[in-house]
């Protein structure tokens, strides 16, 4: 599994893909019931259909990823509807220490930022151990923790994430996340990955 490792405790990893830009081409050249024409062509092809925004040949090619980030980037990423999630739940598992900690923090302010997050899982193990349930009691757990899940998203569906969350507007941490699905978008489907890069993908 090819796993890319993202802030001080999170990472991305593919867990399964189908389709890739052989599927993209096949499902464009059915509208004309013509085959796949060499690397040229199709390549133009996959070009066209980005600059057009023809968008549901690349419906065809899925990704299934493994994610692990904070839970406050996983509130941003999941508005992106067109997908689908499994999510590890902190009704049934133990949530552990496991929080992220921007690089930025020093001295001071660093201190605080640890001590308050100690101190909210020290209250939460200990009304789990007097027997208050896990649903209720991580009502007192903070946005920075990891969280787990899959989601298995389209190559449609990823181009608009990475167009939203790879530009300067985005928060950082969720943009590290977009480097990295990145990465592996080019890795697996590179011919759509170069038109996307060139034709959609934010500039600096
Ligand atoms: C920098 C940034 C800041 C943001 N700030 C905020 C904020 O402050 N508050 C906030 O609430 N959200 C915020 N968002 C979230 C944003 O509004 C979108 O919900 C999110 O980015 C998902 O985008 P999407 O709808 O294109 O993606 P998806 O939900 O994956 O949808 C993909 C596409 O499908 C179509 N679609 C999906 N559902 C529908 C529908 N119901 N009706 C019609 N078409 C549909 C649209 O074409 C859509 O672009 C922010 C996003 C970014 C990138």
Redesign the pocket.
Known sequence: MHQIKVLDNGYVALVDSMGGDRAVIEGARRCYMSEPQGESADSKLIRHLIIKDHGTPFEHAYFRFDVKCPIFVAR?WI?????TYNEMSLRYCLAKRDFYTPEGLSGEALLRYKKSINDAFDAYESMVSSGIKREQARGVLPLSIYTLYYWTVNAR?LM??LK??L?K??QPEIREYAKALLQIFRETMPVTAKAFEEKIMPKE
């Open positions: 941003q508005r992106h509807r067109i997908g569906s608009n994430f939203q969350r530009d507007s985005a």
